[in-house]
């Protein structure tokens, strides 16, 4: 399967602690992959570092290389990188303006100023979360009045206006209940039509309703790795066993 | 384990009481015994009488005190909040950061009056700006800059960073973030630091004694001239002795007046910025 995303030989150093060692990991375009692993294990660095959030981060040193199809991500500018990977945070933290102003905030930074296209473009990435239908007539009310679910899906929605190839969700659903959690994941499974979807999560069971692939970490090191069916069934290394078994988390 | 939970919560009370009676009987102290000179003509006149300001007004200190506070927090704020933003959104480097740091606290450590001196030596004497307004702002504004700067960092660090990461994750700079996003959120309670910062300014004499202010100006006019000031007038009325006491309390009382009222009204401002920021 063709790849949206790679690394190769990734290593992060918060000050003088290595977080991720030689991480070298494909991520196929047009699916779910998800990362998971034990606490701490690195799951958010690596997913921070494929659209150079990691940089933000005070004392992070990165070494190795971010692919995004062929081209190196350390040879994009900035703005690029991070226009073609969309990235959505654990919280959902939509802007406090409305929710035609968030979902307009980035094509209009992108020199978006038509009226007609910025309507065509939040009727069309609401659409795509499935908001649309529920919230049409409340576009012009505060993102924040929403409930955690909705709010999510307008982070969502508001990641895909810039037009990425790949999205990145950091425990999108940590924060939500029961039946958002599963609105976000039939949402994700959409998606994945359209987009590369790469999500970091601790519940097995989500990565196990979702992923085409699983990346397993562990102490900062890629453990293992594969199509979701095999890795989940028969798991080749006794760590991801052992793992998946509960022994540790 | 009981005695000891009632003991900490008396403690914690007693605080609280203490510090509102201490409050109340400082500004009633003050009211008292300056109220008998509070009058429109003590208000909105210049200082007369033999003994200067034993008779007439205020008014040319409460003008000079306000042009001095302006000048100062225009010139204290702007590298107040652009070092704030340095810190939280482009220092990469904790050492770095513990730096500036240091040099916000040493700074804040400097005594007044040798920023007066300071002050002085540098803009009324080797840069020959004069005694002025402009001096005496560029003293206070030193003095009042780690005192915004810290409190604008700490606005700026309180305000979610997923929401400010939320933005750069969308391909915006962090120019563009600051402005669209940090600085809209952030006004409220950096308009409220600035002037508290401001007020802070007002009621410091010994930075201005040497560079702008003087015993008897009219309005102010000018930056480049000199003009009275409501806690240098104080001083002088309280060393002329106790001919001039009255006016030195109701002096005292208008400065704290002014002070106060401009607290309150940050204070109510910034709340309702908060609130309107977070419901629109």
């Known amino acids: ?249 | 384990m009981k005695i000891k939970g009632l003991l900490i919560k008396l403690w914690a009370y007693m605080g609280i009481v203490i510090i509102f009676m201490v409050t109340v009987f400082f500004f009633a102290y003050i009211f008292l015994e300056g109220h008998s000179v509070i009058s429109r003509e003590f208000i909105f006149e210049a200082p007369s009488g033999m003994v200067l300001g034993s008779e007439g007004g205020i008014f040319p200190a409460i003008t000079g005190s306000l042009a001095f506070t302006l000048t100062a927090v225009i010139i204290g704020s702007v590298p107040a909040v652009s070092t704030a933003l340095y810190v939280v959104y482009f220092c990469k480097k904790s050492r770095m950061t513990e730096l500036i740091h240091t040099v916000v606290q040493c700074f804040s450590g400097i005594p007044s009056i040798v920023l007066g001196l300071f002050s002085y030596s540098l803009f009324v004497r080797d840069l020959n700006f004069g005694r002025c307004i402009l001096s005496g702002g560029i003293a206070l504004g030193i003095m009042i800059l780690p005192f915004i700067e810290v409190r604008a960092e700490k606005t700026f660090r309180e305000l979610d960073p997923a929401m400010v990461r939320s933005a750069y994750a969308l391909g915006c700079t962090k120019t563009h973030t600051i402005w669209t996003i940090v600085l809209p959120a952030c006004r409220g309670e950096l308009f409220s630091g600035i002037i508290l910062g401001g007020c802070y300014a007002m009621g410091a004499t010994a930075p201005m004694i040497f560079t702008g202010a003087v015993a008897y100006a009219g309005n102010p006019t000018s930056l480049f001239k000199p003009a009275m000031a409501l806690p240098l007038h104080l001083y002088l009325l309280v060393a002329q002795g106790h001919t001039s006491l009255d006016m030195a309390y109701g002096t005292a009382f208008v400065m704290m007046a002014v002070i106060l009222f401009s607290n309150i009204l940050v204070t109510i401002y910034a709340r309702r910025r908060h609130y309107t920021w977070n419901q629109q």
């Open chain 1, 1 to 249: 399967m063709e790849s949206a995303i790679r690394t190769e030989d990734l290593c992060i150093v918060y000050g003088k602690k290595t977080v991720l060692q030689g991480i070298t990991v494909d991520f196929p375009k047009n699916s779910i992959t998800s990362i998971i692993g034990p606490s701490g294990c690195g799951k958010t660095t690596l997913l921070l570092s494929l659209d150079d959030m990691i940089r933000e981060v005070p004392d992070a040193m990165v070494s190795g290389d971010v692919y995004i199809g062929k081209e190196k991500t350390s040879s994009m500018p900035q703005s690029e990188l991070r226009r073609r990977v969309g990235l959505v945070f654990q919280t959902p933290v939509p802007f406090p303006f409305s929710v035609y102003d968030n979902l307009t905030y980035a094509p209009k930074y992108y020199g978006n100023r038509d009226r007609k296209n910025l309507d065509r473009i939040v009727r069309e990435k609401l659409e795509m979360v499935g908001l649309y239908d529920e919230i049409k007539d409340d576009l012009w009310k505060s993102a924040l009045k929403f409930s955690g679910g909705q709010q999510q899906r307008i982070c969502i929605a508001r990641a895909l206006t810039a037009d990425p190839d790949v999205l990145l969700l950091d425990e999108p659903c940590s924060a939500l209940d029961i039946k958002s959690t599963s609105i976000i994941e039939e949402t994700l499974k959409k998606l994945k039509e359209k987009y590369t979807i790469i999500i970091v999560t601790h519940n097995i069971a989500q990565a196990r309703r979702l992923s085409d692939k699983v990346v397993f970490l562990k102490d900062g090191r890629l453990i293992e790795e594969g199509d979701a069916g095999t890795f989940f069934n028969s798991p080749e290394h006794p760590d991801t066993n052992d793992f998946l078994g509960g022994v540790y988390g």
